[in-house]
C-alpha cells in the first residue's frame, strides 16, 4: 500500500513472530527503530494499534505535523490516536483488514507475504474459531490460499511449546 514506507515494528517481536518473519523471503527489509532517523518521518502508518503509548518513540511524533494513517480492528476509545486516515473494521484481526485492501486493489502478494499474513489472521483469531471472528476473516483466509499462503509453515509459525517451567507444573498437576 506504501511503496516508500519503511517497516519498523516499535517494540522487541515476540518470539513466534520473530521465527515467522526470520523463516520467509520478503520483498522488503524490516529495519530497526534505531536506524530510523524521526525527524525525517512525514507519515506514520499504525497497524493493529491507535494508542501512542504502545508505539514506542514514534509516539512523540503524534501530534507533531506527522500524517498518521490507521489500520486497525480494535474498538475506539478515548485514548485512540487520530489518524488524518483510518480504515477500522470490526474484524478478527488487523491482518484481515489490510489483507481485503491489498485484495480489492487487486495488488500483488508473493507466496510468502501471503503465509505472514495467514499466520497474523490465525493468531488474532485463534485459527478462525474466536468468537469475534468474522465472514470478512474467513473471506481474507481463502484469498491468502489463493495466493499461496502455506499452511503448514502457518502452523510451525503458531505452534506454541511450553517452557522447561510449565511442563514441570503440568507434571505436578498431572
Not at 481474507?140 to 502457518?154: I, M, P, T
Request: no cysteine; hydrophobic share 40%.
Amino acid at each position: 500500500l506504501y511503496p516508500e514506507a519503511r517497516v519498523v515494528f516499535s517494540g522487541s517481536l515476540e518470539k513466534g513472530l520473530k521465527k515467522a518473519v526470520a523463516s520467509v523471503r520478503l520483498p522488503y527489509p524490516i529495519d530497526r527503530i534505531r536506524d530510523i532517523d524521526l525527524g525525517k518521518i512525514t507519515r506514520l502508518i499504525l497497524v493493529d494499534t491507535r494508542h501512542a503509548g504502545r508505539i514506542g518513540t514514534f509516539g512523540a511524533l503524534i501530534d507533531k505535523g506527522v500524517d498518521v494513517h490507521v489500520y486497525d480492528h480494535h474498538s475506539e476509545d478515548k485514548d485512540a490516536v487520530r489518524g488524518t486516515y483510518e480504515v477500522i473494521r470490526p474484524y478478527g484481526s488487523s491482518t484481515t483488514v489490510l489483507t481485503l485492501i491489498l485484495r480489492d486493489k487487486a495488488l500483488d502478494i508473493t507466496p510468502d507475504e501471503a503465509t505472514l499474513f495467514m499466520a497474523g489472521i490465525y493468531e488474532d483469531t485463534g485459527s478462525l474459531s474466536y468468537p469475534s471472528t468474522t465472514e470478512s476473516d474467513y473471506d481474507a483466509a481463502r484469498f491468502l490460499l489463493s495466493r499461496g499462503a502455506d499452511l503448514v509453515k502457518v502452523y510451525a509459525f503458531l505452534r506454541k511449546e511450553l517452557t522447561p517451567e510449565e511442563v514441570s507444573l503440568l507434571n505436578e498437576f498431572l
